[in-house]
């Protein structure tokens, strides 16, 4: 394996870096100030990043072999993926958010001609965003079988009924499009009862009732919404590849976002190592700076360490997903699902440590980044449901 970046990759990567230092750092107080100001709705600041990125070209990178994208490998595109994961928003300034990400991929991979017509131009180019409705209350959704919401037919219709929560990116007014997954034939073969299918915002039926916090965090305007769905009608041609193929692409969906967060992750915990370090560098106690005491210096070299190998576990991830495809690589998309959250959770929590109480505070970025990291060891699969199957995977090499 060679990890040497592309061309490609190191002329985008120089001019993503130039462009967060210009554009991005600096607007982060005005940002997280416009959303207090107006907690669902839409920073400004937001729109005229997006307008600057565009015009930069620094666009839907994410996207592989696609003419509407940089037509990036995983690989090539983890380093960039990485540079937007040091501010918690950034990747919506380059339309590299989830879950549109995912969205986007599976309309463009599943969907119809006529549903890539009506969603993808304005999705591509940012002017709307989307939400994936899968996660239910009353189930253990890390068993996605175990999903119990409706989807019937009814004539030219679906109609769809079911509790879902934990439904990221509802909070934004421009989200305009659900991918709904739930059930059109309970007594169909186990992973043949789901289906999914595509559910317009303002379909009569859809009630957000709360937004869920994440230790206390609203994560306003994108938001995690509790919702219900009341005889939602939309057209059968809505559905998603066919009645029965649910589960199949949600294991087609789920491979490039979990790996997409890690990446993301990746560079949120780069961003507290140097907080840290800047911190202890400049504070005093006990007559030498923090720095310098030998508990610090550890914490220090054992984050470098931790996220180091996080990195080479996530470019060895994303190199298998690229040549022997995500099938193949399932072991070690699943090594640095657990791998990465749980490195950057000891990460930020060292790096909150060496900020004393104010690290747990408003005036720093810590304690949001931690409940956002946190959140990630269940989102896309909990460690407990990629532990086993790495664990599968590890047995059956072994053979009697």
């Known amino acids: 394996m060679d990890f040497e970046y592309s061309d490609k990759t190191k002329s985008l990567l120089e001019r993503l870096n130039a462009f967060m230092d210009e554009h991005v750092y600096p607007n982060e107080r005005r940002y997280h100030q416009e959303v207090e100001a107006d907690r669902w709705g839409h920073p400004p600041v937001l729109e005229e990043l997006k307008a600057k990125a ?38 919506q300034i380059f339309n590299c958010s989830a879950p549109d990400t995912g969205n986007i991929e599976t309309i463009e991979r599943y969907g119809t001609e006529a549903q890539k017509a009506r969603w993808l131009p304005a999705m591509l180019d940012g002017s709307i965003r989307s939400a994936f409705a899968m996660t239910e209350p009353d189930v253990a959704s890390s068993d996605a079988t175990n999903i119990q919401s409706s989807i019937v037919r009814d004539g030219d219709d679906y109609v769809i009924n079911g509790r879902k929560w934990w439904i990221s990116g509802v909070g934004d007014r421009h989200c305009e499009l659900l991918i709904f997954m739930g059930k059109t034939d309970p007594g169909a073969a186990k992973h043949q009862q789901q289906s999914m299918i595509l559910v317009p915002m303002d379909t009569p039926g859809i009630k957000v009732l709360r937004p869920m916090t994440v230790f206390g965090y609203d994560d306003a305007p994108h938001g995690h919404m509790d919702m219900l769905f009341e005889n939602v009608r939309v057209p059968a041609s809505n559905i998603l590849l066919g009645e029965g193929r649910g589960f199949e692409i949600a294991q087609g969906r789920l491979g490039p ?34 720095g310098e005491q030998s508990v610090t210096l550890e914490r220090i070299a054992e984050s470098r360490i931790l996220i180091d190998q996080a990195r080479l576990l996530t470019l060895k991830a994303a190199y298998m997903m690229d040549t022997v495809g995500n099938k193949a690589a399932r072991a070690e998309i699943g090594m640095i699902k657990v791998a990465a959250p749980n490195m950057a ?56």
């Open 54 to 91: 565009k015009a930069a070209k620094l666009w839907n990178l994410f996207l592989p072999d696609s003419s509407h994208g940089a037509g990036l490998t995983n690989t090539e595109y983890a380093p960039l993926c990485e540079v937007m994961g040091r501010v918690h928003f950034s990747s």
């Open 345 to 400: 959770c000891k990460v930020i929590d060292w790096a909150i440590q060496a900020h004393g109480a104010a690290g747990v505070s408003q005036d720093f970025v810590l304690a949001n980044y931690y409940a956002h990291a946190r959140k990630l060891r269940f989102a896309d699969g909990p460690d407990e449901v990629h532990r086993n199957q790495i664990g599968r995977i590890e047995l059956a090499k072994y053979v009697d």
């Open 257 to 290: 976002g979990r790996i997409h967060h890690c990446m993301r992750l990746i560079g949120l915990a780069e961003r507290c190592l140097e907080l840290m370090c800047r911190r202890v560098k400049s504070r005093v106690a006990f007559g030498r700076p923090i």
